[in-house]
């Protein structure tokens, strides 16, 4: 039987993690790398015999799930968020894959994406695909992506059939310091690309998002939630490029 480790970067997850590290009964060892948390997220979590908690300081989410990686003592790894619950079925179904050979090395997982505790059935976030299931053997993170991080995969990979239930957003004061965390980044990312801000993104992008994801991705079937997704979300792609033009400034 193929052992299975299951990994998590972790940040103040007080919230969920009783409830994260309870889905995870089937798996081998559960590493746990925290960015120096404030709450009690490493007092809950040492509770689980299972669990091997490391701090590291944050720097990208990158480089932060390959250290995790590298931690793990077994070649499959399920890389969960804290916000992120698989059911009974998909815990089978990740069972058989890795016990049955068929020279797949990856593994995307479809994400029901919850706001406020309610399913979001539209606005191009219904069921979207991330990898959580892979061969460290295979698969190594992105390192020039510092989020939205990116595997890379040396080989086959497919989707399973199973759903994750994701919830994403809880608190929207929350959901708008974790916007703006992100833009940071994505801002020191796009800096190493020697990007340049101009008009077009400043304006135009972030009302493009706005369309897309309201009319196009058919967010106002989403209701109020559909609306406050779409101006959180088109408000990030303007964020981005604020930090961009700030860090320009700064060597000049």
Not at 224 to 250: E, P, T
Request: aromatic letters at 16%; a positive charge; glycine letters at 4%.
């Amino acid at each position: 039987m193929e052992k299975i480790s299951a990994l998590l970067i972790s940040y103040n997850e007080s919230q969920w993690i009783n409830d994260y590290l309870r889905q995870l009964d089937f798996v081998d060892e559960i590493i746990i790398v925290d960015s120096y948390s404030i709450d009690d997220t490493q007092k809950k979590a040492l509770l689980n015999p299972k669990v091997k908690f490391y701090k590291r300081q944050f720097d990208n989410f990158a480089n932060q799930r390959n250290f995790a990686i590298s931690l793990a003592k077994n070649d499959w790894i399920l890389f969960l968020d804290a916000d992120e619950f698989i059911h009974p079925a998909l815990e089978e179904e990740i069972k058989h894959l890795v016990n049955n050979d068929k020279g797949i090395v990856a593994y995307k997982i479809k994400r029901k994406f919850y706001f406020l505790g309610k399913p979001i059935h539209f606005s191009g976030l219904n069921l979207d695909e991330a990898y959580r299931l892979f061969n460290k053997k295979f698969c190594r993170y992105n390192e020039k992506k510092f989020v939205h991080e990116q595997l890379i995969v040396d080989g086959k990979s497919a989707t399973m059939k199973g759903i994750l239930k994701h919830f994403s957003v809880t608190d929207i004061n929350v959901y708008k310091t974790k916007l703006d965390y992100y833009s940071r980044l994505k801002g020191a990312q796009l800096f190493d690309e020697n990007r340049k801000p101009n008009f077009y993104h400043f304006i135009l992008k972030p009302i493009f998002r706005f369309i897309n994801q309201y009319f196009i991705k058919l967010g106002f079937l989403d209701g109020y939630a559909g609306l406050q997704l779409a101006v959180l979300n088109s408000r990030g792609v303007y964020l981005r490029y604020y930090y961009l033009n700030k860090l320009i400034k700064n060597i000049k």
